[in-house]
Protein backbone atom coordinates (compact mmCIF):
# COMPACT_ATOMS: atom_id res chain seq x y z
CA UNK A 1 0.00 0.00 0.00
CA UNK A 2 1.40 3.74 -0.67
CA UNK A 3 1.92 4.92 2.57
CA UNK A 4 3.67 8.23 2.24
CA UNK A 5 0.61 9.56 0.18
CA UNK A 6 0.00 12.63 3.35
CA UNK A 7 3.11 13.51 2.70
CA UNK A 8 3.42 13.51 -1.15
CA UNK A 9 0.54 15.82 -1.20
CA UNK A 10 1.34 18.21 1.34
CA UNK A 11 4.15 19.34 -1.06
CA UNK A 12 2.60 18.77 -4.02
CA UNK A 13 -0.14 20.91 -2.61
CA UNK A 14 2.52 23.97 -2.37
CA UNK A 15 3.70 23.09 -5.83
CA UNK A 16 0.20 23.89 -6.90
CA UNK A 17 0.02 26.63 -4.71
CA UNK A 18 3.24 28.70 -5.68
CA UNK A 19 2.48 27.95 -9.31
CA UNK A 20 -0.15 29.98 -9.38
CA UNK A 21 1.87 33.05 -10.31
CA UNK A 22 3.79 31.11 -12.98
CA UNK A 23 4.58 31.77 -16.50
CA UNK A 24 2.50 31.09 -19.34
CA UNK A 25 -0.95 32.28 -18.02
CA UNK A 26 -4.50 30.43 -18.95
CA UNK A 27 -6.17 31.20 -22.24
CA UNK A 28 -8.66 32.96 -23.09
CA UNK A 29 -12.21 32.17 -22.11
CA UNK A 30 -12.95 32.48 -25.90
CA UNK A 31 -10.62 29.92 -26.66
CA UNK A 32 -11.54 27.32 -23.76
CA UNK A 33 -15.02 27.17 -25.04
CA UNK A 34 -13.85 26.28 -27.83
CA UNK A 35 -11.72 23.89 -26.87
CA UNK A 36 -14.65 22.53 -23.99
CA UNK A 37 -16.42 21.97 -27.70
CA UNK A 38 -14.17 19.96 -29.82
CA UNK A 39 -13.65 17.46 -26.69
CA UNK A 40 -17.27 17.02 -26.42
CA UNK A 41 -16.86 16.16 -30.14
CA UNK A 42 -13.90 13.74 -29.52
CA UNK A 43 -15.48 12.48 -26.85
CA UNK A 44 -18.44 11.33 -28.57
CA UNK A 45 -16.27 9.61 -31.32
CA UNK A 46 -16.14 12.14 -33.62
CA UNK A 47 -13.15 11.34 -35.94
CA UNK A 48 -13.07 15.49 -37.19
CA UNK A 49 -13.61 16.81 -33.57
CA UNK A 50 -10.39 14.24 -32.52
CA UNK A 51 -8.08 15.60 -35.14
CA UNK A 52 -9.22 19.20 -34.85
CA UNK A 53 -8.51 18.40 -30.89
CA UNK A 54 -4.99 16.67 -31.40
CA UNK A 55 -4.17 19.69 -34.47
CA UNK A 56 -4.92 22.29 -31.53
CA UNK A 57 -2.93 20.69 -29.05
CA UNK A 58 -0.19 20.13 -31.33
CA UNK A 59 0.50 23.58 -32.29
CA UNK A 60 0.33 24.31 -28.57
CA UNK A 61 -2.92 25.02 -26.89
CA UNK A 62 -2.50 24.43 -23.39
CA UNK A 63 -6.43 23.69 -23.04
CA UNK A 64 -6.47 21.80 -25.89
CA UNK A 65 -3.59 19.63 -24.80
CA UNK A 66 -5.24 19.81 -21.03
CA UNK A 67 -8.80 17.79 -22.89
CA UNK A 68 -6.33 14.93 -24.44
CA UNK A 69 -5.04 14.37 -21.09
CA UNK A 70 -8.20 14.18 -19.62
CA UNK A 71 -9.71 12.24 -22.34
CA UNK A 72 -6.84 9.75 -22.39
CA UNK A 73 -7.29 9.44 -18.83
CA UNK A 74 -10.42 7.66 -19.70
CA UNK A 75 -12.55 10.78 -21.25
CA UNK A 76 -14.27 9.39 -24.33
CA UNK A 77 -11.05 7.58 -25.91
CA UNK A 78 -9.12 4.04 -24.89
CA UNK A 79 -7.24 4.78 -21.75
CA UNK A 80 -3.64 5.11 -21.84
CA UNK A 81 -1.54 7.17 -19.06
CA UNK A 82 1.57 7.24 -21.10
CA UNK A 83 -0.51 10.20 -23.04
CA UNK A 84 -2.23 10.90 -20.48
CA UNK A 85 0.65 12.44 -19.04
CA UNK A 86 2.34 13.31 -21.82
CA UNK A 87 -0.09 16.07 -22.43
CA UNK A 88 -0.62 16.94 -18.61
CA UNK A 89 2.98 17.18 -18.53
CA UNK A 90 2.48 19.96 -22.27
CA UNK A 91 -0.43 22.24 -20.77
CA UNK A 92 1.36 22.28 -17.04
CA UNK A 93 4.33 23.54 -18.24
CA UNK A 94 2.74 26.39 -19.99
CA UNK A 95 1.11 27.55 -16.81
CA UNK A 96 -2.08 25.50 -17.05
CA UNK A 97 -3.91 25.18 -13.47
CA UNK A 98 -5.88 22.03 -14.06
CA UNK A 99 -3.28 20.00 -15.89
CA UNK A 100 -0.71 20.70 -12.59
CA UNK A 101 -3.24 19.63 -10.51
CA UNK A 102 -3.90 16.68 -12.67
CA UNK A 103 -0.21 15.34 -12.17
CA UNK A 104 -0.21 16.09 -8.61
CA UNK A 105 -3.24 13.64 -8.28
CA UNK A 106 -1.20 11.22 -9.68
CA UNK A 107 1.59 11.94 -8.19
CA UNK A 108 -0.14 11.70 -4.23
CA UNK A 109 -1.35 8.28 -5.37
CA UNK A 110 2.00 7.46 -6.00
CA UNK A 111 2.48 7.62 -9.81
CA UNK A 112 6.01 7.67 -10.52
CA UNK A 113 6.62 9.11 -13.75
CA UNK A 114 3.95 11.69 -12.85
CA UNK A 115 6.63 12.72 -10.12
CA UNK A 116 9.34 12.61 -12.43
CA UNK A 117 7.06 15.03 -14.87
CA UNK A 118 6.94 17.56 -12.02
CA UNK A 119 10.50 17.10 -10.99
CA UNK A 120 11.26 17.94 -14.68
CA UNK A 121 8.64 21.02 -14.52
CA UNK A 122 10.30 22.44 -11.39
CA UNK A 123 14.22 22.14 -12.45
CA UNK A 124 13.52 24.02 -15.65
CA UNK A 125 11.30 26.33 -14.72
CA UNK A 126 8.63 24.99 -16.95
CA UNK A 127 5.07 26.63 -16.06
CA UNK A 128 6.21 26.95 -12.23
CA UNK A 129 9.12 29.07 -10.55
CA UNK A 130 12.65 27.51 -10.86
CA UNK A 131 12.84 25.10 -8.06
CA UNK A 132 15.87 22.56 -8.06
CA UNK A 133 15.21 21.59 -4.15
CA UNK A 134 11.76 20.61 -4.72
CA UNK A 135 12.86 18.56 -8.34
CA UNK A 136 15.41 16.70 -6.40
CA UNK A 137 12.74 15.71 -3.61
CA UNK A 138 10.43 14.88 -7.09
CA UNK A 139 12.71 12.85 -8.96
CA UNK A 140 13.53 11.00 -5.14
CA UNK A 141 10.16 9.81 -4.97
CA UNK A 142 9.76 9.02 -8.28
CA UNK A 143 13.06 6.59 -7.87
CA UNK A 144 11.48 4.74 -5.05
CA UNK A 145 8.18 4.21 -6.64
CA UNK A 146 10.86 2.42 -9.54
CA UNK A 147 10.50 5.01 -12.07
CA UNK A 148 14.12 4.36 -13.86
CA UNK A 149 14.22 8.12 -15.63
CA UNK A 150 13.68 9.40 -12.06
CA UNK A 151 16.18 7.47 -10.33
CA UNK A 152 18.88 8.72 -13.14
CA UNK A 153 17.85 12.31 -12.37
CA UNK A 154 17.99 12.15 -8.71
CA UNK A 155 21.45 10.78 -9.13
CA UNK A 156 22.25 13.94 -11.85
CA UNK A 157 21.20 16.45 -8.93
CA UNK A 158 23.21 14.33 -6.33
CA UNK A 159 26.85 14.28 -8.56
CA UNK A 160 26.41 17.86 -9.44
CA UNK A 161 24.86 19.84 -6.26
CA UNK A 162 21.53 21.09 -7.34
CA UNK A 163 18.87 21.38 -4.98
CA UNK A 164 21.31 19.94 -2.00
CA UNK A 165 24.73 18.97 -1.23
CA UNK A 166 26.70 17.12 -3.49
CA UNK A 167 26.99 13.05 -2.72
CA UNK A 168 28.93 11.14 -5.20
CA UNK A 169 27.60 8.05 -3.24
CA UNK A 170 24.78 8.21 -3.61
CA UNK A 171 24.77 9.29 -7.05
CA UNK A 172 26.41 6.14 -7.58
CA UNK A 173 24.48 3.70 -5.81
CA UNK A 174 21.44 5.57 -7.91
CA UNK A 175 23.28 5.07 -11.25
CA UNK A 176 23.19 1.49 -10.23
CA UNK A 177 19.97 1.22 -9.46
CA UNK A 178 19.12 2.45 -13.30
CA UNK A 179 21.40 -0.54 -14.38
CA UNK A 180 19.98 -3.35 -12.17
CA UNK A 181 16.17 -2.13 -13.15
CA UNK A 182 17.02 -2.10 -16.53
CA UNK A 183 18.47 -5.14 -16.94
CA UNK A 184 15.71 -6.90 -15.19
CA UNK A 185 13.25 -5.10 -17.46
CA UNK A 186 15.24 -6.58 -20.74
CA UNK A 187 15.40 -10.36 -18.70
CA UNK A 188 18.79 -10.21 -18.73
CA UNK A 189 21.30 -11.50 -15.84
CA UNK A 190 22.91 -8.69 -13.73
CA UNK A 191 26.29 -7.14 -15.12
CA UNK A 192 29.91 -7.57 -13.90
CA UNK A 193 30.51 -6.36 -10.66
CA UNK A 194 30.45 -2.39 -10.80
CA UNK A 195 31.22 -1.67 -7.36
CA UNK A 196 34.75 -0.29 -8.13
CA UNK A 197 33.34 1.75 -10.94
CA UNK A 198 33.56 5.79 -10.28
CA UNK A 199 30.34 7.48 -10.70
CA UNK A 200 31.01 9.68 -14.31
CA UNK A 201 31.58 5.71 -15.64
CA UNK A 202 28.00 4.61 -13.76
CA UNK A 203 26.47 7.32 -15.30
CA UNK A 204 27.43 6.15 -18.58
CA UNK A 205 26.55 2.73 -18.12
CA UNK A 206 23.19 4.16 -16.88
CA UNK A 207 22.22 6.24 -20.36
CA UNK A 208 23.53 3.22 -22.32
CA UNK A 209 20.97 0.75 -20.56
CA UNK A 210 18.10 3.54 -20.38
CA UNK A 211 18.81 3.42 -24.44
CA UNK A 212 18.49 -0.50 -24.47
CA UNK A 213 15.04 0.03 -22.69
CA UNK A 214 14.04 2.45 -25.57
CA UNK A 215 15.40 0.41 -27.92
CA UNK A 216 13.07 -2.38 -27.29
CA UNK A 217 10.91 -0.99 -25.00
CA UNK A 218 10.92 -1.96 -21.33
CA UNK A 219 10.81 -0.89 -17.98
CA UNK A 220 7.66 1.62 -18.26
CA UNK A 221 9.42 3.52 -21.54
CA UNK A 222 7.89 2.78 -24.54
CA UNK A 223 9.55 1.67 -27.70
CA UNK A 224 11.78 4.96 -29.31
CA UNK A 225 14.73 4.68 -31.12
CA UNK A 226 14.96 8.53 -31.68
CA UNK A 227 15.33 8.61 -27.71
CA UNK A 228 17.49 5.07 -27.56
CA UNK A 229 19.81 6.97 -29.65
CA UNK A 230 19.94 10.00 -27.60
CA UNK A 231 20.71 8.18 -24.39
CA UNK A 232 23.36 6.04 -26.89
CA UNK A 233 25.11 9.26 -27.41
CA UNK A 234 25.46 10.40 -24.14
CA UNK A 235 26.81 7.30 -22.93
CA UNK A 236 29.26 7.12 -26.22
CA UNK A 237 30.71 10.81 -25.81
CA UNK A 238 31.81 9.38 -22.23
CA UNK A 239 33.45 6.86 -23.73
CA UNK A 240 31.66 3.50 -23.76
CA UNK A 241 32.50 1.63 -26.05
CA UNK A 242 29.28 -0.49 -25.77
CA UNK A 243 27.50 2.65 -26.64
CA UNK A 244 29.49 4.01 -29.16
CA UNK A 245 28.42 0.15 -31.06
CA UNK A 246 25.04 0.37 -30.55
CA UNK A 247 25.05 4.25 -31.60
CA UNK A 248 27.27 3.34 -34.80
CA UNK A 249 24.83 0.55 -35.80
CA UNK A 250 21.66 2.92 -35.38
CA UNK A 251 23.54 5.28 -38.14
CA UNK A 252 23.58 2.08 -40.03
CA UNK A 253 20.12 1.30 -39.81
CA UNK A 254 18.98 4.87 -39.85
CA UNK A 255 16.85 3.64 -37.64
CA UNK A 256 16.52 6.90 -34.73
CA UNK A 257 19.06 9.02 -36.50
CA UNK A 258 19.18 10.05 -40.46
CA UNK A 259 21.72 6.81 -42.24
CA UNK A 260 24.68 7.98 -42.43
CA UNK A 261 27.80 5.67 -42.80
CA UNK A 262 30.31 7.85 -41.90
CA UNK A 263 29.15 8.39 -38.59
CA UNK A 264 28.22 5.15 -38.33
CA UNK A 265 31.75 3.98 -38.91
CA UNK A 266 33.38 6.79 -36.66
CA UNK A 267 31.70 5.25 -33.62
CA UNK A 268 32.39 1.85 -34.69
CA UNK A 269 35.68 2.90 -34.79
CA UNK A 270 36.13 4.55 -31.51
CA UNK A 271 34.20 1.22 -30.18
CA UNK A 272 36.99 -0.48 -31.57
CA UNK A 273 40.13 1.10 -30.59
CA UNK A 274 38.80 -0.30 -26.94
CA UNK A 275 39.07 -4.03 -27.47
CA UNK A 276 35.32 -4.37 -29.30
CA UNK A 277 35.05 -7.62 -31.32
CA UNK A 278 31.83 -6.26 -32.44
CA UNK A 279 32.41 -3.28 -33.52
CA UNK A 280 35.90 -4.96 -35.92
CA UNK A 281 33.29 -6.89 -37.43
CA UNK A 282 30.51 -4.28 -37.80
CA UNK A 283 33.46 -2.33 -39.39
CA UNK A 284 34.40 -5.03 -41.98
CA UNK A 285 31.16 -5.76 -43.04
CA UNK A 286 30.35 -2.15 -44.17
CA UNK A 287 33.82 -1.80 -45.72
CA UNK A 288 33.77 -4.88 -47.66
CA UNK A 289 33.00 -6.02 -50.81
CA UNK A 290 29.11 -4.41 -51.50
CA UNK A 291 29.03 -2.94 -47.92
CA UNK A 292 28.41 0.58 -48.71
CA UNK A 293 24.98 0.62 -50.04
Known amino acids: MFTRLPH ?11 SANAVGAQQSAEQAESTDWLRSLAEGG ?40 RWYQAAAAQ ?26 LSRDGLGVPRDPEAARQAFFWG ?12 ADMLLD ?24 ALNLCTAEENAILEAPKRRAMAQFWIGKLYLTGGGGLEQ ?16 LDEAQYELGRLYVQG ?18 AQGMTHAEKEIERITGPGGRQ
Open 8 to 18: YAFWLGVLIVV
Open 46 to 85: TTEGQIMLLDQATQGSANAQYALGVMYSGGGIPRDMGEAR
Open 95 to 120: GHIAALESLRFLASDGDGAALYALGL
Open 143 to 154: GKEGHILAHFAA
Open 161 to 184: GLGGEVDASAASARYTQVLLLAQF
Open 224 to 239: NAVEAARWFAGAANSG
Open 255 to 272: RGVPRDLCRALAWLEDAA
